[in-house]
């Protein structure tokens, strides 16, 4: 039974262009960090398809931009840098909350109970942007090859739109 999830999960990565280049195992807190940011994307958009609310929202997501900007400077990494990794990292979530929008759209059912609040979730993600920068910087001497990281996020149940997002504008601390 493995095996076969194996092999699917093998398929769908090449059917989503992914190599199958192996993860190295310094790149996973980064992978994990940027899978804990991403999960929030469900519930951001199912509080704001509750509130009638677009997903995009350009003053949200600057003030982000602005605050990685910020701590990247204080930390002495590349604030240019890390602005375009997280413009990744905003963009992958955007994308998962379309997606989930236009299945709710076509009729597939929301999740039980109520909404979460979107205040709420804003600081969850904001406690995991901070996580990821962090695990981010901690990548520099061994960063994980896009198309590895790509296929994780695959592998986690992301969409490939999501996953390509997430992965790219990949310019590691490495890199400066």
Same mark, same amino acid.
């Given at each position: 039974?493995?095996?076969?999830?194996?092999?699917?999960?093998?398929?769908?990565? =090449?059917?989503?262009?992914?190599?199958?280049?192996?993860?190295?195992?310094?790149?996973?807190?980064?992978?994990?960090?940027?899978? *804990?940011?991403?999960? =929030?994307?469900?519930?951001?958009?199912?509080?704001?398809?509750?509130?009638?609310?677009?997903?995009?929202?350009?003053?949200?997501?600057?003030?982000? =931009?602005?605050?990685?900007?910020?701590?990247?400077?204080?930390?002495?990494?590349?604030?240019?840098?890390? !602005?375009?990794?997280?413009?990744?990292?905003? $963009?992958? +979530?955007? !994308?998962?909350? $379309?997606?989930?929008?236009? !299945?709710?759209?076509?009729?597939?059912?929301?999740?039980?109970?109520?909404?979460?609040?979107?205040?709420?979730?804003?600081?969850?993600?904001?406690?995991?942007? +901070?996580?990821?920068?962090?695990?981010?910087?901690?990548?520099?001497?061994?960063?994980?090859?896009?198309?590895?990281? !790509?296929?994780?996020?695959?592998? *986690?149940?992301? +969409?490939?739109?999501?996953?390509?997002?997430?992965?790219?504008?990949?310019?590691?601390? +490495?890199?400066?």
């Amino acid at each position: 039974m493995c095996g076969m999830k194996i092999l699917a999960c093998l398929a769908l990565c =090449l059917l989503a262009g992914c190599a199958t280049t192996p993860l190295p195992e310094e790149g996973e807190p980064l992978v994990g960090a940027i899978v *804990q940011r991403l999960s =929030l994307a469900k519930d951001i958009a199912w509080a704001k398809w509750a509130d009638g609310l677009p997903i995009r929202d350009a003053e949200r997501e600057e003030a982000v =931009l602005a605050k990685v900007e910020a701590r990247a400077i204080a930390s002495g990494m590349n604030e240019t840098s890390a !602005r375009r990794f997280f413009r990744a990292q905003i $963009e992958a +979530s955007c !994308r998962e909350q $379309e997606l989930w929008l236009k !299945r709710w759209k076509a009729g597939e059912s929301l999740p039980a109970g109520e909404p979460p609040s979107l205040g709420a979730l804003r600081e969850r993600v904001d406690r995991r942007t +901070s996580l990821l920068l962090a695990e981010w910087a901690a990548s520099e001497s061994s960063p994980p090859p896009p198309d590895a990281v !790509r296929a994780r996020l695959i592998e *986690q149940g992301f +969409s490939p739109s999501a996953a390509a997002a997430a992965s790219g504008g990949w310019t590691m601390p +490495s890199a400066w």
